[in-house]
């Protein structure tokens, strides 16, 4: 070429999809967000179109919002829209009058949906990969979470202040709320926390008190009322335990237990997606005091129920109960995961 001209490289071309190639399905409520992180993905890897399949019974948002067109077409819905998904929605047929309860015949239906779709899908010649809503029945559904621990870790050993980054660092969070929804989150970071805090056994020396201190403690904040507690809780435990012999814990069941699973149903709300007062409230006082956008369904509970237990002592508390003080006074520091969610809000546009 001639001097001063410029030419462009060859860029290597995406690899051609072809009949066979995954297409990527999976499920969940109008406004979910892990259908996003689905297509998400699926985008990233230059998969075929995948298909979202949305329920819209699921939950309360649909019911609450006062323009249900809106809710339809707007927050997560336009999201996976603008990035490319086949978006689907269901409706629930009417429940017939046997015995099976509303929830069960809505999930048996949810489910002769799914199966017809994913059949549909095979006659087409496409090869469907089937991830659970929420991807917690998923074998591989906590293992994000379990690295999210070591994510944890890294922060704890950044400096308090940036401007000041020979300063001491944060320090180890010995409080970490989350959302506790289908499970997976919640038990993947149980998982998680029990590795890195069994190499930290092994690695710290005898001049440290970290190991010294109790477990970090993990409780997850439940985002549905529809279920029991001990239902929730037995679910993260097998989530847990499963996350927990994928990243080489060795006897799972003794080292994972019950004692470890910490869930508070306080903050769960009138539904599933449906905004109540005092989530709308807390919302609204992150927004406006710290610049922290939450959403409706899971991190705007969250911070409910984590406010609620700074407020009222039930962390200090806790932490006397389990020695803490004893060991290291009442320097306790409590960490919020944010699960996102926030593409969901102009959905909400009319309750928040």
């Known amino acids: 070429p001639d001097h001063g001209t410029l030419t462009t490289p060859p860029q290597p071309q995406p690899p051609k999809?072809?009949?066979?190639?995954?297409?990527?399905?999976?499920?969940g409520a109008l406004q979910s967000n892990h259908t996003i992180?689905?297509?998400?993905?699926?985008?990233?890897?230059?998969?075929?179109?995948?298909?979202?399949?949305?329920?819209?019974?699921?939950?309360?948002?649909?019911?609450?919002?006062?323009?249900?067109?809106?809710?339809?077409?707007t927050g997560n819905v336009q999201i996976?829209?603008?990035?490319?998904?086949?978006?689907?929605?269901?409706?629930?047929?009417?429940?017939s009058t046997s015995s099976t309860?509303?929830?069960?015949?809505e999930e048996e239906e949810e489910e002769d949906g799914v199966h017809s779709i994913l059949t549909t899908l095979q006659n087409e010649g496409k090869n469907p990969y089937w991830i659970p809503s929420g991807a917690s029945l998923h074998p591989?559904?906590?293992?994000?979470?379990?690295?999210?621990?070591?994510?944890?870790?890294?922060?704890?050993?950044?400096?308090?202040?940036?401007?000041?980054?020979?300063?001491?660092?944060?320090?180890?969070?010995?409080?970490i709320f989350l959302a506790c929804g289908s499970g997976s989150t919640h038990g993947g970071l149980i998982a998680g926390l029990k590795l890195l805090e069994k190499q930290e056994t092994t690695t710290t020396t005898t001049t440290t008190t970290t190991t010294s201190l109790p477990p970090r403690k993990i409780i997850g904040i439940l985002t549905s009322p529809t279920r029991s507690r001990s239902y929730h809780e037995n679910r993260v435990l097998q989530f847990a335990?499963?996350?927990?012999?994928?990243?080489?814990?060795?006897?799972?069941?003794?080292?994972?237990t019950m004692q470890d699973v910490h869930i508070d149903e306080r903050f769960a709300g009138t539904a599933y997606g449906e905004v109540d007062d005092a989530t709308r409230d807390m919302m609204r006082l992150m927004a406006r005091e710290e610049a922290v956008l939450l959403?409706?369904?899971?991190?705007?509970?969250?911070?409910?129920?984590?406010?609620?237990?700074?407020?009222?002592?039930?962390?200090?508390?806790?932490?006397?109960?389990?020695?803490?003080?004893?060991?290291?006074?009442?320097?306790?520091?409590?960490?919020?995961?944010?699960?996102?969610?926030q593409s969901a809000l102009s959905a909400y546009a009319d309750v928040v």
């Not at 996976?80 to 429940?95: E, N, P, Y």
Request: hydrophobic fraction near 35%; charged fraction near 25%.
């Open 17 to 27: 999809k072809t009949e066979k190639d995954v297409t990527l399905v999976t499920e």
């Open 37 to 73: 992180q689905v297509t998400s993905i699926a985008n990233h890897l230059n998969l075929s179109r995948p298909v979202i399949i949305l329920h819209k019974a699921t939950g309360g948002g649909y019911a609450q919002a006062t323009d249900k067109s809106l809710f339809e077409r």
């Open 80 to 95: 996976a829209k603008l990035l490319g998904a086949d978006v689907r929605v269901l409706d629930s047929a009417t429940v």
């Open 101 to 105: 309860s509303k929830e069960e015949k």
């Open 140 to 175: 591989l559904g906590g293992l994000g979470y379990a690295r999210c621990a070591f994510e944890i870790a890294l922060q704890e050993k950044q400096p308090q202040s940036l401007s000041q980054p020979e300063g001491s660092n944060l320090g180890r969070f010995d409080y």
């Open 241 to 256: 335990r499963q996350a927990g012999r994928l990243i080489g814990l060795e006897d799972v069941e003794r080292e994972i």
């Open 295 to 341: 959403d409706p369904v899971y991190t705007g509970k969250v911070a409910r129920g984590m406010v609620h237990w700074v407020r009222e002592g039930e962390i200090s508390r806790d932490w006397v109960a389990r020695g803490g003080w004893e060991r290291d006074g009442g320097n306790v520091k409590v960490l919020m995961v944010h699960t996102g969610g």
